[in-house]
């Protein structure tokens, strides 16, 4: 058969490779077919039982090395050898009687403590395995194998700091191993040591400085430690070995939206979008950039693909509405904000801005019952409740509005809005001493009233100066 009928060479040399053990196997198991004294030769047994194991055929190891055992009772690697099959087998019960019985035979056989150890792990009794590689590794301490299963079976349990330790054994034997690094290097990850993964990751890169995927890992430890501009350079080493490394490009546009450049970070998330069309995140970050920037109409283009993409989004919603508002189009963003309340009622700022929307339109009774809604999910906001206390009063309910207005104060007694709009009522109401009450605490609250007290009410200046001045000190 032509290679060039698969996919690819590596396709044809696995084929190839197969083949071979097929006709291996077939070949010794005629031999002992023929043969009554076969099993006498161990080298072709043990050579077909390991033919079996690379395969994967379980099944068919098992009574062969059962023979052997029958013939060499007190071979102990023929014990671990079956012990091992009946664990892929899935056989763990048995699988530890057969380690049992070796390490009866000889109880510093560290291959049938490590062996043991493995199959306890698979029945998640961790730790029977962390005891068992722990004899393993007493009888043979610079078995690096062994100290692997450690570090597997530690990690497992997620517990990291033992297994740092653990790999740090590794690497004092081998100070070059790669995968010991890589696994040390995630570890730090997860207990947030930022500074160890980071000088952990500089010393795989000098072992393999075009690993792509090393110097984004760089990048993310970088921005862990808020060294933003290094991270982003991180980012730029593996988009210069693998362009079209998309999780470096989205952090990369990430980052320069971060420190403000909002300009660099449209240009990336454009180049992510080149490899991901439909990028959620790109379109995102886009949208809201352009907000930033004023460009409302591009920015709306953006969030109407966000939305095609995701018809339920209620925050692509939200901030589409956002737009509209900003641009005039109250129709369209109150429609929006409706859609949005309705995918995700459990958002009180959403309420708020379609009830801050509809109070600008005039449209009171239907902003009196959103802000009700962004009460009740929010109920020690004052904000919410000076508003409120607003839509009453447009409606004529002064009563009602001057509770809001107080409740806002229980809320919040340092909050200058509730006590000047309480001044308000009793100035209308002509009530000019009750007045005097809540505008003076306003002003000491916020000096700024004051300004505005004059620009809305300068009819009433003369009060005014009387008021500062009983005052003053």
Known sequence: MDYRDFEDRDDFEEFQEKEKIQSKIKKYE?????????????????????????????????????????????????????????????????????????????????????????????????????????????????????????????????????????????LKLNPNDKDALLKLADCYEKIGDFENLNETLETCLDLDPYDYNLWYKKGVALAKLNQVIKAIEAFDMALVIKENFTPALERKAELLFKIGRYIDSIEVFKQLLKYEPNSKTALFYIGNILIKLGQYREAIKYLNQVIKLSPQDYLAYYIRGNCYEAIGSYKKALADYTIAVNYNPRIPDIWEAKADL???????????????????????????????????????????????????????????????????????????????????????????KIEEFENEFPKYKRYLKKWLKNKAP
């Not at 100290?147 to 517990?159: F, V």
């Not at 959103?370 to 447009?394: C, F, H, T």
């Not at 809001?404 to 104060?409: C, D, F, M, P, V």
Request: hydrophobic share 40%.
């Open 30 to 170: 005629e031999f002992l077919k023929n043969n009554e004294g076969g099993y006498l030769n161990t080298e072709i047994v043990e050579e077909l039982i390991e033919l079996y194991l690379i395969s994967g055929q379980y099944e068919k190891a098992l009574p062969h090395v059962q023979k052997l055992i029958e013939f060499f009772p007190y071979s102990v690697d023929y014990w671990v050898k079956k012990g091992i099959i009946l664990n892929n087998m899935y056989e763990y019960e048995k699988a530890l009687l057969s380690f049992h019985k070796a390490l009866m035979l000889n109880p510093s056989e560290a291959d049938a403590w490590a062996n043991m150890a493995i199959t306890f792990e698979n029945m998640d009794k961790s730790e029977e395995a962390l005891e068992c590689i722990e004899r393993a590794i007493e009888i043979q301490p610079t078995n690096i194998d062994f100290l692997r299963i450690k570090t597997d079976i530690l990690e497992k349990s997620e517990k990291y700091p033992q297994t740092i330790n653990a790999l740090k054994e590794i």
């Open 358 to 448: 509809e109070y600008e339109t005039g449209k009171f009774s239907e902003a009196l019952s959103s802000y009700m809604m962004a009460i009740k999910l929010d109920q020690k906001n004052p904000r919410l409740w000076v508003s409120v206390g607003l839509v009453y009063e447009q409606l004529g309910r002064y009563q009602e509005a001057a509770q809001s207005y107080y409740n806002a104060i229980k809320i919040d007694p340092e909050y200058a809005d509730p006590y000047y709009q309480i001044g308000r009522l009793f100035l209308l109401a002509n009530m000019i001493d009750e007045a005097e009450k809540y505008f003076s605490k306003a002003f000491e609250i916020d000096n700024s």
